[in-house]
């Protein structure tokens, strides 16, 4: 299973950027898909996450700018960002809880997987 990754890059303050990622490879289901994110110096934290049945969470810091959204058919979540903020700047990361055909060791138990990092930089 991967996840791959796409967008990021450099935008002014009160721009907007998308975020897409992929997974691919030997899925059943995915349970939750989503965005967090590392500042520099920082712990990652969660940006917007997605259930399979649609339930959003947004991080405060980010509630009315940033969008999710899920394509189940494609194994796809995309996060629009608009009216980036420079604190908005860090390496962005998708994660995903997806659960194996049957017979794999993640048919009961889903594993987490995580995509490469693209970085999102917001100037002032």
């Known amino acids: 299973v991967q996840l791959q990754a796409s967008g990021g890059g450099l935008v002014q303050s009160g721009g907007s950027l998308r975020l897409s990622c992929v997974a691919s490879?030997?899925?059943?289901?995915?349970?939750?898909m989503g965005w967090y994110r590392q500042a520099p110096g920082k712990r990652p934290k969660l940006v917007a996450r997605?259930?399979?049945?649609?339930?959003?969470d947004y991080a405060d810091s980010v509630k009315g700018r940033f969008t999710i959204s899920r394509d189940n058919a494609k194994n796809t979540v995309s996060l629009q960002m608009n009216n980036l903020k420079p604190g908005d700047t860090a390496v962005y990361y998708c994660g995903a809880e997806i659960r194996g055909p049957k017979g794999s060791g993640s048919y009961y138990y889903p594993d987490d997987y995580w995509g490469q990092g693209t970085q999102v930089t917001v100037s002032s």
């Open positions: 490879g030997n899925i059943l289901s995915i349970n939750h």
């Open positions: 997605i259930t399979s049945d649609g339930t959003i």
